[in-house]
């Protein structure tokens, strides 16, 4: 008997996530001592050193379960959002807010419609829960929401909006997201990704917890990226008191380990070190896309701390020559942007080894 035969259907079909290469791969492959990862929008600035510090105080612990309601971790977020702490919900990541949507609100056969290109996971973890996928191609490299309302059909379940978005960096403003969420049908759950929110600057950006009261709305965050703790895996989604419920019921009782806790309530209180990575993202993106210029390169503005850009026909073998120098970029022909890679802003050591390199190889 094949085992293929007793696998779940929806996974067949599923072609696995594959992440940036890390460092350690990298180095050991090309047998390189320094290698700089520009390709999974991480902090290049390092975690919060007060995230350091609470980690080496409370490792001693590590032999207790960690608090399953992620007390501490919630009420320093209530304080700093204004929101009370049946409105929210700690994940493995923002990626786990993401999956224990799907496995709460997705019956076999229910539509998510979803940008095509955006971040993965949605499409990815959406297959696996059993949805259809209704695909909205982007506009000029931004989400055409209403595009994607047009696509609502009886069996929608639920809308993916990656605001900022990934790969692309552009993001959609209030006056879009209010018309989109105007007249929506109530049963449908409309997913905000935020993970890239501390990085916009641009006035008209929409907080989309503004919404939480607006229909079914979900927003997550994550501390991967202006909080530096990618390594740790945490983020936290908000809803209204009734969804976050259901998610608690999919829920694993100990999804977010202790340390990652106490890191992310560390971090929440450090506000130099994100004002430190925002500086970092804003000066380094300034100089990339000025370069970039000079290069007669396409990108797309970018609100967030990856640049999206056009390599030209020679993209896989630029980000090939990229990698043996020990700059590590993303080929992006995975989301079926043939030519582009995407480039994570770095220290500006990195940012300038980046553009040697490039002029060299383009
Ligand atoms: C748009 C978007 N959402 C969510 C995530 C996942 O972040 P986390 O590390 O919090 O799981 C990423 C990670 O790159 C992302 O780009």
Known sequence: MSIKKLVRKSILSVKPYKPGRPIEEVKR???????????????????????????????????????????????????????SPENLIIGNGSDE??????????????????AEPTFLVYKIAAAIAGAKIVSVPLKAF????????KKITKRTKMI?????????????????VEKFLKGLPKDIIVFFDEAYFEYVFARDYPNCMRYLGRGNVIVSRSFSKAYGL?????????????????????REPFNVNMLAQIAAAAALEDKNHVIRSKKLIK???????????????????SVTNFVLLNAGEKSVQIYDNLMRKGIIVREMSAWGL?????????????????????????
């Open 97 to 114: 807010i993401i999956v224990l949507a799907l496995r709460t609100f997705i019956n076999e056969g229910d539509e998510a419609i979803i």
């Open 230 to 250: 990618g390594g740790l895996r945490i983020g936290w989604g908000a809803a209204s008191e009734e969804i976050i419920g259901y998610l608690n019921q999919v």
């Open 338 to 362: 043939k030519n582009f890679i995407r480039v994570t802003i770095g220290t500006d050591n990195e940012n300038r080894l980046l553009i040697k390199y490039l002029k060299k190889f383009i």
């Open 160 to 176: 993916f909006i990656a605001n900022p978005d990934n790969p692309t960096g552009s993001y959609v403003n209030r006056t879009e």
């Open 283 to 301: 000066e380094g993106k300034k100089f990339l896309c000025s370069e970039f210029k000079k290069m007669k390169l396409f990108f797309v503005p």
């Open 142 to 149: 931004h989400y055409d929401l209403e595009a994607m309302k």
């Open 29 to 83: 492959e090309f047998g390189l001592t320094s290698v700089y990862k520009m390709a999974s929008n991480e902090n290049a600035l390092g975690p919060s050193p007060k995230a350091v510090a609470a980690i080496k105080k409370g490792v001693l612990n590590i032999h207790r379960y960690p608090d399953g309601s992620c007390f501490y971790l919630k009420k320093a977020l209530t304080k700093k959002f204004r929101l």
